[in-house]
């Protein structure tokens, strides 16, 4: 196994990444056949559980996108699980020191670099010799969520954490942590400052970083910023919104 999304990085690409917040394969094959490089099931705050992000995996199967997952929490079962599962990439909500950071790794990585427990059950083929476990340190992504005040007083120690590959910004954590309104596509001067801060400092390190968006036009403008991942909104909101512009299209009034 490969890792495309790196490469993608490595050769100076920005990536273009679907969001799953409903539990069904069907919407994930839909999803699925949309031309995103990476599509994230979201076990946080979609509506997804273990069974519905194997069925979301399942149904994408044949389709491009490298399948990744958000985690509810830095706890090592549900880390390790996923992998098992089948990610590529493991995105992990509020990281906020180092020590933090090096839990999540620890939790994500073989032996010798971490501590993860051998069964991929569904990540290698059963039964049979697989060289999974001897590149899945390396081909698998980790990547932590920046998206508290604390993060931001610890971030270059948590930058220097070896085995992580990008930075994942959670703009309305963010931006909620610093007294604002939980939003995404923020326009305040002080986070338009902090994201270039988290590019300087994850370009310095030769790693990414990696931003969710609402609109499809702020995610561009953040691809020209310096942003290597981008996020539109999630197949939920992209649902509701294709809905909502279509019932308006063929009404006189907004009601
Ligand atoms: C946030 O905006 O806080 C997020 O976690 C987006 O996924
Ligand atoms: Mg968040």
Redesign the pocket.
């Given at each position: 196994m490969a890792n495309r999304l790196k490469e993608q990085w490595r050769q100076g690409k920005a990536t273009v990444n679907g969001w799953l917040a409903i539990p069904s394969a069907f919407s994930a094959e839909v999803m699925a056949q949309a031309g995103w490089d990476s599509v994230t099931v979201d076990l946080q705050h979609g509506v997804q559980d273990y069974l519905s992000m194997i069925a979301c995996f399942q149904a994408m199967e044949k389709h491009p996108p490298l399948p990744m997952v958000r985690v509810p929490w830095n706890e090592p079962g549900i880390i390790g699980k996923v992998l098992d599962g089948g990610a590529y990439g493991v995105i992990c909500?509020m990281i906020n020191t180092a020590d933090e950071a090096r839990a999540f790794i620890r939790a994500a990585k073989y032996p010798p670099q971490g501590a993860r427990s051998n069964g991929p059950i569904r990540a290698a083929p059963y039964g049979v010799q697989s060289p999974y476990q001897a590149t899945a340190n390396q081909e698998t992504l980790c990547i932590p969520?920046i998206?508290t005040r604390e993060a931001l007083d610890n971030l270059e120690a948590i930058l220097d954490v070896p085995g992580i590959d990008a930075i994942y910004i959670?703009?309305?954590?963010?931006g909620f942590s610093l007294g604002m309104t939980p939003k995404?596509d923020r326009e305040e001067p002080e986070i338009l400052k902090i994201y270039e801060r988290l590019i300087r400092e994850t370009e310095k390190r030769g790693i990414f970083a990696g931003l969710?968006n609402l609109s499809p036009a702020y995610a561009r403008r953040m691809i020209g910023m310096g942003f290597k991942m981008v996020t539109i909104a999630n197949d939920s909101g992209l649902m509701f919104q294709a809905a909502r512009a279509a019932v308006l299209a063929v009404r006189d009034n907004t009601q």
């Open positions: 909500p969520m998206e959670g703009p309305s954590d963010l995404l969710h």
